[in-house]
């Protein structure tokens, strides 16, 4: 227990534009601290396995979509074309923040723009890789011994 808190201290102390990977239980107390444990009826279970596989844990994670020219953005791999603004590439910006923003290692930003995106109609079916490997499965294993 000494050695989480002492890792959740020293990530504190990591400016925030460096950006780290969570491991799965830091993610999970740091995800039901900022309120998403059972926001919109998801489980914390379901945001901390979506996490593992859009980002793997890593807050600096970014994907280019060459499809439309659009990237995905840190820990939760938010799409610049709807979500955040990416420099002059158009987006709808629908969190009102710029990507760059989502590459810290503070998720609160994060969280905040997963909270808007979890109230669209979609839910969180807006993330492909949810929809893919938690959607109706036994996520359990995502935050047990975790403390959460």
Not at 14 to 42: E, H, K, N
Not at 43 to 62: F, G, I, R
Request: hydrophobic content about 35%; proline content about 1%; overall charge negative.
């Amino acid at each position: 227990m000494k050695a989480l808190v002492l890792l959740a201290l020293l990530g504190c102390l990591v400016p925030g534009g460096l950006g780290m990977y969570y491991t799965r239980c830091q993610l999970a107390q740091t995800l039901q601290q900022l309120g998403l444990d059972g926001y919109m009826g998801y489980s914390l279970a379901n945001w901390v396995c979506m996490a593992a596989h859009e980002s793997s844990y890593n807050t600096q994670a970014t994907h280019y979509n060459s499809w439309d020219g659009s990237t995905d953005f840190g820990i939760f791999q938010i799409n610049s074309r709807y979500w955040c603004q990416n420099g002059d590439e158009y987006s709808s910006n629908i969190c009102q923040i710029p990507c760059s923003d989502l590459l810290s290692n503070n998720l609160s930003v994060d969280v905040e723009c997963a909270k808007i995106i979890a109230q669209d109609s979609n839910g969180m079916s807006a993330w492909v890789a949810w929809k893919s490997y938690c959607q109706g499965q036994d996520l359990w294993q995502y935050v047990e011994g975790c403390g959460v």
